[in-house]
């Protein structure tokens, strides 16, 4: 696939001392730049289909998102990757480690005995009785989960030639426990502490409750992310503060009432995440969000997101740096400073 050379320039450009940052119309909320709000949109998925990939390719392109995780488990990881060469820099591109669609890199005798990963269900209620599949978390799966990991970093850096801006999870299972440990870990051993941020998928109950889409999901996922912020602090990594974009997987809900209420209620240094992309049969055979993507998709190329950020002096930027320091807390060490990069079914 080749990414559309004439499309409107809303191309992310570098601005000093801040991340990248979107130029031409969307950025065109006044002349003090210390009026925007910074927000990074990260696009979840790529390399999940080639529609998927091919629909984030366009609307990075246009400067209508600033982030994209890739599954680098996926076939189409290796088809579409590509088509991120010219948007490096322009863009944070990161990790979207996968436990739970598909097949792993590696042998996984007890996680994934059939040499497929299990459905999410299965791996929640393993990490929280502290087994996965019947092994301990700290003994023989989490062993495999830490080689799991490390091959699909080794994945996503042996293809794209660099390290993951970020790294995040598919459904979320970064923050479970047993898999969160095994993460710190694996990315501690590897010198990666300061170099690369995490997402927090989690918010503050009174902003989840004031977003009028997506409420149930996002409560459930803060409860299985408790703690994930300040262990990753601790293990000394930059995570997100504010974290929206839930929504039903159908077209129950319109695409701008989403993102309308994802743009609201914004936490000190915000991360929205969204699933578009164009539906195809790869996609329906793997994922039951297929024609919502296709409606994320128009709205995010639409007149009308770029109202939407206009509106509300929102800033798209690619990573934790450009939002500053993040706010003692209990859980951090006193006098520390936090920092982000120094560059650049779904839940």
Not at 327 to 340: A, D, F
Request: hydrophobic residues 40%.
């Amino acid at each position: 696939m080749i990414v559309p050379r004439n499309l409107p320039d809303f191309s992310l450009a570098r601005i000093p001392g801040s991340g990248s940052c979107l130029k031409g119309p969307l950025a065109g909320f006044g002349s003090s730049m210390s009026s925007f709000r910074n927000v990074i949109l990260c696009a979840d998925d790529y390399g999940l289909s080639d529609g998927v990939s091919r629909g984030i390719a366009e609307l990075a392109a246009m400067g209508r998102l600033s982030a994209t995780g890739a599954m680098t488990n996926m076939p189409g990881w290796r088809r579409t990757a590509h088509d991120l060469e010219p948007l490096k820099g322009r863009i944070g591109i990161g990790l979207h480690l996968n436990l739970t669609t598909g097949i792993p890199l590696g042998k996984m005798a007890r996680l994934a005995p059939e040499g497929r990963f299990p459905p999410l269900g299965e791996v929640i209620a393993g990490a929280f009785r502290g087994r996965l599949n019947g092994g301990e978390v700290m003994g023989e799966v989490m062993g495999e989960v830490m080689g799991e990991i490390a091959r699909q970093i080794d994945a996503f850096e042996e293809v794209h030639g660099k390290t993951p801006s970020f790294i995040d999870g598919h459904q979320h299972v970064h923050v479970l426990p047993g898999v969160r440990e095994a993460l710190f870990q694996v990315l501690r051993e590897r010198g990666y502490a300061g170099r690369v941020w995490l997402r927090d998928p989690a918010d503050r109950t009174l902003s989840i409750l004031r977003r009028p889409v997506g409420r149930g999901k996002a409560l459930v996922v803060a409860g299985l992310a408790r703690g994930f912020s300040e262990a990753a602090r601790a293990a000394g990594f930059t995570t997100n503060r504010g974290f929206s974009g839930f929504a039903p997987f159908d077209l129950s809900v319109p695409a701008h009432r989403i993102f309308a209420a994802a743009f609201s209620n914004l936490g000190g240094a915000p991360l929205v995440m969204c699933h578009p992309g164009h539906a195809d049969d790869e996609l329906r055979g793997l994922d039951p969000a297929v024609e919502s993507r296709a409606a994320e998709l128009e709205y995010l190329k639409s007149d009308a997101f770029a109202a939407l950020l206009e509106e509300r002096g929102l800033r798209l930027v690619s990573g934790i740096a450009s939002h500053g320091p993040a706010p003692e807390t209990s859980g951090s060490r006193q006098g520390q400073t936090e920092t982000g990069l120094r560059g650049g079914p779904s839940v």
